[in-house]
């Protein structure tokens, strides 16, 4: 009577180990690594974007370090 509860015991646990255990392990390993690939499609378009943003932000400092338009009036004399 003992063996037929202990194998009764096993093959239950066997089959919540099988059926609900490893099935949420593998579930929760999946969805971690498709959020680690979605956060570093993020990452690698937000390089994209700055190196994009770079080159105009470099050729509007040298526009500057030359110099401003500064319109004037012209000032008749009396």
């Known amino acids: 009577m003992r063996y037929i509860f202990?194998?009764?015991?096993?093959?239950l646990l066997v089959r919540f180990i099988t059926g609900f255990v490893i099935?949420?392990?593998?579930t929760?390993?999946?969805?971690?690594?498709q959020f680690?690939?979605?956060h570093d499609?993020?990452?690698?378009?937000m390089r994209q974007?700055?190196?994009q943003n770079d080159p105009e932000t470099s050729h509007?400092?040298?526009?500057?370090?030359?110099g401003e338009y500064i319109e004037f009036e012209e000032?008749?004399?009396k």
């Open 6 to 11: 202990y194998f009764i015991l096993g093959y």
């Open 75 to 77: 000032l008749k004399s």
């Open 23 to 26: 099935p949420v392990f593998r």
């Open 60 to 66: 509007t400092n040298n526009s500057s370090q030359i």
């Open 28 to 33: 929760s390993k999946q969805i971690r690594r």
């Open 36 to 38: 680690n690939d979605i």
């Open 49 to 51: 974007q700055q190196q």
């Open 41 to 45: 499609q993020m990452q690698e378009q």
